[in-house]
């Protein structure tokens, strides 16, 4: 009887799938935030592309007051504002597909930015 070519293919096979595991899961940590920097007066990158329920992280890199709000979402989605604030950092996990469009509300002019979450 061919036990031990069964036990080996079997040993392989798990060894796989952890690998496999392993693989997925640091993939989706390395996915999982985004990092915006606020800056004077600009939201860095203006543009984002994420996967459905990536964080988002603004940081505040400049020197002036500044908040993140959004200002068009897709529907069932809600808004979000973060507080007027100098320094620090605000995150938004998105879990609904669609266009984000957000800028900073004392700064609405010339700060905005578009979130795509696929
Ligand atoms: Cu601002």
Known sequence: MPVRPLIASATALTVTVGVVA????????????KIVKVDDFE?????????????????WVGRAEHDVESIRKPRGARNFASDVMSK???SRKFTKAGTYRIDCSIHASVMKMTVRVK
């Open 88 to 90: 620090g950092s605000y």
């Open 22 to 33: 392993a693989f997925a899961v640091s993939g989706s940590q390395a996915a999982t935030t």
């Open 43 to 59: 939201f860095s990158p203006s543009s984002v592309t994420v996967r459905r329920n990536t964080t988002v992280k603004w940081v």
